[in-house]
């Protein structure tokens, strides 16, 4: 099959040889891969560790090609959406039904091929059959669409309508804003990309743009992540005492964040840090795009085949062009 593989060189379109399908997973031949971040970053990165694969890509969608082991609710041919991650399901934290905290945990597009190929395998406990009625593309969301779910359940809402601030604007902090709105909550997003605050109006959400009003906000969610402090700074300025801040933004390895712990006591402030999420997430959030796919399709803004790869990353790491999510097609590969 032709993949898109990290190499010594740099990313190259090769011929890969497909394995033998091990028993109780399937085969997908991918269809759409949406490109993340974190792998622009990791294509960045020349020291990632012997063990991480070198076919990245873990947003994705495609067909059932081939079945190993006996299923009466999936077929050949079936159109299905994929979560990455392959928890260990004997650790602690499994048993008590937090599989995203999983510390032997492996993950497709990490420690398994990812998408950004013709075919990828997986487990059959990871699949969940879609709609083929309309549009692909909005399905590359549902990773993505899960965090923010999983980051608004920790969170903790009551029934009542909250304020909420969004500090943060890429395709994460976006879907959370779409998200809270969709939820009927009042919500307000800072940002420093003009393009991304007027995307996020078409939805009802407001620009907060600085400086912020302190002490607004009964709930803030931190989408930014990294090796800064002015996101999580803003966040604890924003929110009102008594209230959450949420960090789902991914911050580098050894990062240390100082802050006033003070705020903290005096104003019951609840900081909750937000990895990943739970399959009851992903079953949400193929849902959520299946009810509102004519809504999500906006976030797609780009689309390439996958022998254009090295185009999509340039637009991925351009500062001159809106983007919100890429998406990776592989009909009509090259034989």
């Known amino acids: 099959m ?41 294509i960045s990165d020349s020291s990632l560790p012997a063990w991480h694969t070198k076919i990245l890509g873990h947003e994705f969608c495609g067909r059932i090609v081939e079945l190993a ?26 048993k008590l ?21 013709e075919f990828v395998d997986v487990p059959l406990a990871n699949i969940v059959r879609v709609s083929a009625q309309h549009s692909l593309e909005p399905y590359v969301l549902a990773d993505p669409l899960s965090v923010c779910i999983h980051a608004y359940t920790l969170a903790g809402f009551a ?47 407001y620009a907060a743009r600085s ?33 959450v801040v949420v960090a789902l933004g991914v911050f580098a ?12 006591f005096i104003g019951e402030v609840r900081v909750i840090g937000v990895n990943a999420y739970l399959r009851g997430d992903f079953e949400e959030a193929v849902q959520m795009i299946e009810a509102n796919c004519n809504e999500l399709d906006a976030f797609i803004s780009h689309r390439f085949p996958l022998v254009q790869f090295d185009e999509a990353l340039a637009a991925a790491r351009s500062k001159r062009r809106f983007t919100m999510k890429i998406v990776l097609e592989t009909e009509g590969l090259p034989s």
């Not at 032997?104 to 091929?113: D, F, N, S």
């Open 2 to 42: 032709k993949a898109v593989m990290l190499t010594e060189n740099g990313i190259e379109f090769q011929d890969v040889e497909l394995g033998v399908l091990s028993q109780d997973w399937v085969r997908v031949k991918v269809a759409k891969a949406g490109l993340c971040g974190s792998d622009v970053a990791k």
């Open 69 to 94: 082991g006996r299923t009466e609710w999936l077929n050949i041919e079936d159109v299905v959406a994929v979560t990455p991650l392959l928890p260990c399901r004997v650790c602690e934290a499994c």
């Open 97 to 117: 039904g937090q599989e995203n905290l999983c510390v032997q945990g492996q993950a497709i597009g990490r420690t398994i091929q990812g998408a950004f190929a």
């Open 159 to 205: 029934e009542s309508q909250k304020r909420c601030l969004v500090v943060g604007d890429g395709t994460i902090g976006c879907l959370l804003a779409w998200l809270l709105r969709k939820r009927g909550h009042e919500t307000s997003m800072s940002g420093i990309h003009e393009e991304s605050l007027k995307f996020t109006e078409r939805f009802g959400v």
């Open 211 to 243: 400086p912020l009003q302190t002490r607004n906000f009964d709930v803030v969610f931190e989408a930014v992540g990294r090796s800064q402090r002015y996101s999580l700074d803003t966040c604890l300025q924003a929110v009102k005492w008594g209230g």
């Open 253 to 264: 390895h050894g990062y240390e964040y100082p802050f006033v712990a003070r705020d903290l």
